[in-house]
Nanobody, 116 residues
Framework: QVQLVESGGGLVHAGGSLRLSCDASGTLFSINYMAWHRQAPGKQRGLVATITTGGSSNYADSVKGRFNISRDNDKNKVYLQMNSMKPEDTAVYYC??????????WGKGTLVTVSS
């Protein structure tokens, strides 16, 4: 059984930084990519960033130049470094893993609050 556990969320002032971590346990075969999504209050969940096994990354326009996604393939961990944070970054952040056979796994999320 695959489990994803996010950590690192919390309260930060605007302009500050946080680093989120996601630990994946269980048996994972043929990971296609790992990703971070977020859901702000009253809004739909949206993609923040993705990273492939080979290290190629993509970002939502709203976080480009401020956030950085990285991963440790050996340990099935993915990270999200968030810098120059804004109040609109406030959301629950979710870790997601997609495998090549189409399976998708989600964590329960970690709350990030950015105060103005």
């Amino acid at each position: 059984q695959v489990q994803l556990v996010e950590s690192g969320g919390g309260l930060v002032h605007a302009g500050g930084s946080l680093r989120l971590s996601c630990d994946a346990s269980g048996t994972l075969f043929s990971i296609n990519y790992m990703a971070w999504h977020r859901q702000a209050p009253g809004k739909q969940r949206g993609l923040v960033a993705t990273i492939t096994t080979g290290g190629s990354s993509n970002y939502a326009d709203s976080v480009k130049g401020r956030f950085n996604i990285s991963r440790d393939n050996d340990k099935n961990k993915v990270y999200l470094q968030m810098n120059s944070m804004k109040p609109e970054d406030t959301a629950v952040y979710y870790c997601n893993i997609r495998t090549r056979n189409g399976s998708s796994y989600w964590g329960k999320g970690t709350l990030v609050t950015v105060s103005s």
